[in-house]
């Protein structure tokens, strides 16, 4: 059975700092792997994706994925109070479904 | 920009009644998704449908939930005989041939059972 762990929080990050998320998965041949950020009462919406090992970066996000420590994470550069919301890490199954972790609770203080 | 749209917004039932819920995926997708997140946990795969039939099940899935294609723009979900614990947002996703692996999410329909 696929998990992915992550720490619930709530994470708390003074306005303009980086926030740092990470998330860990059991699965040793994933390969795909999401962060979305969901508002309450709201559906996820896709900040990003990465295959491979490294870094991807898109605008103040940087996705990081390290396989043989089997880690995913999320750094969110100049923090700004609307990035304030739980951010899902998910995994992509064998059949395209999606595994996620429970979330961490991101609070972005001014 | 194309979206997932889901109807209605809300629904509230009574246990044990059936209800439907809806989704227009994005149009030239080919692959559809159910989810549910109970409140305050975490979002739960349930099926995912490609080709006019069920790829991928979850346990939870059982026979109690049903999925259907009616014609070439919906995409919907039943509850036979709902249950309380059946209470949760339920999301539909889609996905594109080309790009399997990034699911755009509907707004999700919050179902609650009395």
């Known amino acids: 059975q696929k998990e992915v762990e992550q720490n619930s929080g709530p994470l708390s990050v003074p306005e303009g700092a980086i926030a740092s998320l990470n998330c860990t998965y059991s699965?040793?041949?994933?390969?795909?792997f999401f962060w979305y950020r969901q508002y309450s009462g709201k559906s996820p919406e896709l900040i990003m994706s990465i295959y491979s090992n490294g870094d991807k970066e898109d605008g103040r996000f940087t996705a990081q994925l390290n396989k043989a420590s089997q880690y995913v994470s999320l750094l969110i550069r100049d923090s700004q109070p609307s990035d304030s919301a739980t951010y899902l890490c998910a995994e992509l199954g064998s059949n395209y479904q999606l595994i996620w972790g429970a979330g961490t609770k991101l609070i972005i203080k001014p | 920009e194309p979206e997932v749209t889901q109807t209605p917004s809300h629904q509230v039932t009574q246990m044990g009644q059936e209800v439907i819920l809806r989704c227009v995926p994005i149009?030239?997708?080919?692959?559809f998704y159910w989810y549910r997140q109970i409140l305050g946990q975490k979002v739960e795969f349930l099926v995912s449908f490609y080709n006019n039939e069920i790829s991928e099940k979850s346990e939870i899935f059982d026979d109690q939930f049903s999925v259907e294609r009616p014609d070439g723009s919906n995409f919907t979900l039943k509850i036979r005989s709902t249950k309380l614990e059946d209470s949760a947002m339920y999301f539909c996703a889609s996905s594109d041939l080309g790009e399997t692996d990034t699911q755009y999410f509907g707004p999700g329909t919050r179902l609650t059972v009395l």
């Open positions: 699965d040793r041949v994933s390969q795909s």
């Open positions: 149009s030239n997708h080919l692959y």
